[in-house]
């Protein structure tokens, strides 16, 4: 009887000694991966399509001004940042995100207007004049490529 006795089968434990290393390399991957967005746009706009369009090749050195409606009142607005603000304030945002900037960004600072294809050209005339007397001469206009555009 003892030729046929039983023996008892364990279950091999899992190895774990790898799971944090693979836990690690999925939390890297998705911060990589991931943009995060730095301004909540407040305004509604809708950027006019174009045919000429480059990319911004270094986004570090832009700094990001909106104009649209609000979704409040319907009215234009001007967004700096998370605020609101008129035309004359443009250039003391612009003097302080040059002052955010390291020394090689201040040289290519870039301002993207994202301007409503509905905007009075006044207000955008406004914003200009303000980004010249901040001496922040180098403007871009955000677009959207026409044959995307259906």
């Known amino acids: 009887m003892s030729m046929f006795r039983r023996r008892r089968r364990t279950v091999p434990t899992l190895n774990t000694a790898s799971l944090p290393d693979l836990i690690f390399t999925v939390l890297f991957f998705f911060m990589i991966v991931t943009h995060m967005r730095k301004v909540t746009p407040k305004v509604e706009y809708q950027v006019p399509a174009g045919t000429e369009l480059q990319r911004l090749t270094k ?74 007397k901040a001496n922040a001469l180098t403007v871009n206009y955000s677009a959207v490529n026409k044959s995307a555009k259906k």
């Open 59 to 132: 986004k570090s050195s832009v700094s990001y001004i909106y104009i649209g409606t609000r979704a409040d009142n319907r009215q234009t607005a001007i967004q700096l940042n998370d605020k609101f603000a008129d035309a004359g304030e443009v250039a003391n945002y612009v003097s302080s995100e040059r002052e955010r900037m390291s020394e090689e960004d201040r040289q290519q600072m870039t301002v993207s207007l994202k301007v409503d294809r509905h905007t009075p050209m006044g207000v955008v005339n406004d914003v200009k004049q303000s980004l010249r």
